[in-house]
């Protein structure tokens, strides 16, 4: 897996905000997409507080690790065993979606397993999550279909 592409792609899809956002379902966000938490520091911090860059790194760093370990426990033993694009994609989608979120893209998932990768691609392509993040949603879905 390339990490420094996969964490220029999910900055990308992300952005970098240095200050402490509301998200479209009102949750409090900083960094790149970082949910805030009860455990974080700037869970009482307002809206529109800035954050620090090493905040930030730090926090994205943790969840890229978080996202790669999520991935490692939905798919097992056989996600070391899939193609670096494909690792990279199931890891940017899970950074997106968190560990519930992609465990139900049943047959999506059941064609990675078979490496049936332009398969999974439509099936990705099949889903709420597609219509909410087209743009991203769509490039990571090429990127499937071309391995």
């Given at each position: 897996?390339?990490?420094?592409?996969?964490?220029?792609?999910?900055?990308?899809?992300?952005?970098?905000?240095?200050?402490?956002?509301?998200?479209?379902?009102?949750?409090?966000?900083?960094?790149?997409?970082?949910?805030?938490?009860?455990?974080?520091?700037?869970?009482y911090?307002?809206?529109?507080?800035?954050?620090?860059?090493e905040?930030?790194?730090?926090?994205?760093?943790?969840?890229?690790?978080?996202?790669?370990?999520?991935?490692?426990?939905?798919?097992?033993?056989?996600?070391?065993?899939?193609?670096?694009e494909?690792?990279?994609?199931?890891?940017?989608?899970?950074f997106?979606?968190?560990?519930?979120?992609l465990?139900?893209?049943?047959?999506?998932?059941?064609?990675?397993?078979?490496?049936?990768?332009?398969?999974?691609?439509?099936?990705?392509?099949?889903?709420?999550?597609?219509?909410?993040?087209?743009?991203?949603?769509?490039?990571?879905?090429?990127?499937?279909?071309?391995?």
């Open positions: 897996m390339n990490l420094s592409r996969l964490h220029q792609d999910i900055k990308d899809d992300e952005g970098v905000i240095y200050d402490i956002y509301l998200d479209h379902l009102g949750h409090k966000t900083f960094g790149v997409g970082h949910l805030v938490t009860q455990d974080d520091e700037e869970w911090r307002p809206v529109g507080a800035s954050v620090s860059y905040r930030v790194h730090k926090c994205f760093e943790e969840d890229i690790t978080k996202a790669i370990n999520n991935c490692h426990r939905l798919y097992g033993e056989h996600f070391e065993t899939y193609p670096d494909v690792q990279e994609v199931l890891v940017n989608m899970i997106n979606l968190g560990l519930t979120g465990s139900k893209f049943k047959r999506m998932n059941k064609a990675i397993d078979l490496g049936e990768y332009k398969e999974a691609a439509e099936e990705g392509r099949d889903s709420l999550w597609y219509r909410q993040v087209t743009n991203r949603a769509e490039r990571l879905m090429k990127r499937l279909e071309n391995v």
